[in-house]
């Protein structure tokens, strides 16, 4: 605990596995007086530690907090003088909605810091043997999010998108998934294009289901699919079979 | 070492930070009987090993090995049963080109295992107060690399990156800083589209230089800004007045 004025650290957990959560972010997680987690968090990051831990996350049957529930809580706690952890799944600044916790604190004049994390765009389909780009395959990568909330953003231009090429990743790709693979065809991307849908990304029981843009959506659903789960997108998936982790302990 | 078969493990080292390497890396590094790490690696990183280090990168005055000589060196150092760490900047399936290394390894039989990082594509902007992504501002993130090699690859279509819009991140962003902006104004960006550059991301003297698509390639220019750099692209870039980091000692 600090003397007057306490510290909020907007922490990425990384994808899942807590060994890939970063040195800094498991060293601040000792430190802390307090962490805020979300679901789908791996509990194994909060064994052991001396802060008081609050899951703002939607754990069935409780209440979930709203964003500007934590964002008052953050701050409440940083004006108790005490060193806050806001720990997030992946990157608190891709798609983590780390950006508007930032701002609220500013505008409150608290100190804060953002330890970036792991991103599962990248993890899960490198875990699943699928570098998101390749010499030769592909030189862009893309990342969206599935789950687009109506009118509360710009649209989002899937025709540019399967314009690009490239590798294109769709985080909580499985909601959505039969729009979002349709609205990638009517763009113009080919329903050969390999797509892949990773479940559980870097997680002990993380699965890959492989296909095609034209048929991804009917495999998820005939596997049972369920979230949270990586789309990828692009000529990259086909590396799948070469470079899929065979699971050896050394 | 291993009795008969040894493993290599394609680690990813973050930004620059030593502590921004994941849990997992930090205990190979030490586990490790070789490291083979590039160029531009934090060399806190490496001290205190009891790993044999070979750095495989362009420093100057030395010779720097072909991607095709550090496959054989990971295969050679592996047959002799060593745990090989193969060290490399940001996360290795993201332009790092960790997939031709890992190709040439399951080629040879080789146990390999990835250890995804995380990437300066996003922890650079991060650390100097831009989110690639932030709601009612940027719903996607597109990573390229400022210096493609002609001929090699399939040509980036820079037009369709500008109608794509959200939050495009170069890589390796100042060499071709010219070249690449004058594709995005003529693929339709707006000249006063925010664009800074981030100039060694999350070292000690990490460097940010904001400015406009339109005069942001002057700006490097007069700034003097080097490699590595990353450049970024959007309407997040102007978050950057209220969420910069200021270094506070807790």
New interface residues.
Partial sequence: M?GDAG?VYLV?A??G????????G??LLREADVVLHDRLLNEKLLRDLKAEIIDVGKAPGKHKLSQEEINELLIEKAREGK?VVRLKGG?????G????E??AL?EAGI?F???????SA??A???AG???????IS???????GH?EPG???E??WH??A????TLVVLMGVGRIRENTSMLLDGGLSPQTPAALIERG?WPDQRCVRGTLGDIAERASSSGVKSPAVLVVGD?VD?ER??R??R?A?
């Avoid at 990157?91 to 798609?95: A, N, Q, R, T, V």
């Avoid at 699928?130 to 030769?136: A, C, L, N, Q, S």
């Fill in positions: 600090n510290k990425g990384g994808p596995d807590p060994e890939l959560i970063t040195v800094k498991l060293r060193i990157d608190p600044y891709l798609f909605r780390g950006g508007e930032a701002l500013r100190p810091e953002v330890v970036p994390g792991v991103t990248i993890a389909p490198a875990l699928i570098p998101v780009t390749h010499r030769g030189t862009a990568l893309t990342v969206v999010t687009e509360k953003d710009k989002l231009d540019a998108l314009r690009l090429g490239g870097s990259v590396l070469y470079l982790q065979r050896i050394i």
